[in-house]
């Protein structure tokens, strides 16, 4: 209720001060795009016969019902069918994939797998009018000022001509082949054949170059990999495991750790990070710098190791060594009765909203740790049947 009334107080500064219908909003909303630059002409254009369009409220307030796992995340988006795909697209643009990574930096098949993952390669860049989409986002009161910048940045690109007003994306206003937000393409797009547009959708050239772009921003190291498939020691101590803790590889060889193969680690300084996305039963992933980058652009570790392990895949690598799991997904009510149950027992497992964060993997690894489990902080089946 409190958090409520901040957020509305915050709220009567913004445009839906005093708009209760769409209308007023949109009056609202055309002076302050206006006072930000963008002109009159265009703004009326955006707005004519405008509606809200409900079902995307809909869809923003539905969530998954399951929780994903990383075999189940995995197997979903790196398919036969999307590997297939992503070998024509590699094949297709090899001499402006080429031309990129010399500018840039980012390597043909990490490009393409980003591209991939957020659209199929381009051919589901998504339906929605992006003026319609964040028009009514920003009307919903919970996100609004996030979005009203973004339906403004929109506006900008539109007044510019680097976007048609006619545009389509994502329920939630992403846009094109790299699924960028308005805000992004003003940050980040690039117009890499000099025709005036920022075309995300059609033109090879400026996605490439708009997608590179951001990774380069976001910290890509030209010629590293982002990361790689190892097995962990049976007598390996878990404190050790996830992105706050950075050690050099030489380190980590000495405490155990081996390439998928078994093999040694490269002799190297390079610093890296251990994760196990389903604990101690693997898969387990040394990750460097240029994972962290891919963070930079969707903050999910799954959606990172998707890219990182599709790349790999396009590049000529093969599946991963670890054996899948097959393991009960989670419901998000069964990882919030985990997150209350931790609570209860007086581990702090921070607001139970069925998403495990890292406030309730430290929680669980604590449990784990006081009843003689693996401390692997891993919130799955197993600590979910323990807990009941
Ligand atoms: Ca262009």
Not at 286 to 299: A, C, E, M, P, T
Not at 353 to 370: L, V, Y
């Amino acid at each position: 209720m409190f958090l409520r009334f901040i957020f509305l107080v915050l709220l009567s500064s913004s445009v839906l001060a005093s708009s209760h219908s769409f209308e007023d909003f949109l009056n609202n909303l055309h002076q302050l795009a206006t006072e930000q630059g963008v002109s009159k002409a265009t703004v009326d254009r955006a707005f004519y016969q405008l509606t809200p369009n409900l079902d995307i409220l809909e869809s923003d307030r539905s969530q998954a019902e399951f929780s994903q796992n990383f075999w189940n995340y995995l197997g979903k988006r790196v398919s036969q069918y999307r590997l297939d795909n992503g070998y024509d697209t590699l094949k297709q643009n090899r001499s402006l994939l080429n031309k990129t990574y010399q500018q840039y930096g980012v390597p043909a098949h990490v490009l393409v797998s980003f591209l991939g993952l957020e659209s199929n390669y381009g051919n589901n860049t998504g339906s929605y009018s992006l003026v319609r989409s964040l028009a009514t986002l920003a009307y919903d009161p919970r996100r609004s000022v996030f979005f009203t910048s973004e339906l403004i940045a929109l506006l900008k690109l539109i007044d510019d001509g680097k976007v048609p007003l006619e545009a389509t994306g994502s329920w939630a206003g992403a846009m094109g082949a790299v699924q960028f937000m308005p805000s992004n393409v003003i940050a980040y797009g690039v117009d890499a054949d000099n025709d005036g547009k920022i075309d995300l959708w059609n033109n090879q050239a400026d996605i490439l170059a708009s997608a590179a772009n951001f990774l380069e921003h976001l910290g890509w190291n030209r010629g590293e990999k982002w990361g790689r498939e190892v097995t962990i020691s049976e007598d390996f101590n878990y404190e050790f495991v996830g992105l706050k803790t950075k050690k050099q590889l030489d380190e980590w060889q000495t405490l155990g750790i081996r390439s998928a193969n078994r093999s040694n680690l490269p002799e190297s300084s390079m610093a890296a990070s251990l994760i196990l996305p389903m604990g101690y039963k693997g898969p387990a992933f040394l990750v460097y710098q240029n994972f962290r980058s891919i963070l930079g652009w969707n903050h999910s570790t799954l959606y990172a190791l998707a890219v990182g392990h599709l790349a790999d895949r396009l590049s000529g690598g093969g599946s991963l060594l670890a054996t899948p799991i097959d393991e009960p997904l989670l419901k998000r009510d069964d990882v919030m009765a985990i997150q209350q149950t931790l609570s209860l027992l007086g581990y702090d497992a921070g607001e139970a909203d069925g998403i495990a964060g890292p406030k309730t993997r430290a929680a669980a690894k604590d449990f784990q740790k006081d009843i003689g489990m693996v401390a692997d902080g891993y919130v799955g089946y197993e600590l979910f049947q323990r807990l009941q």
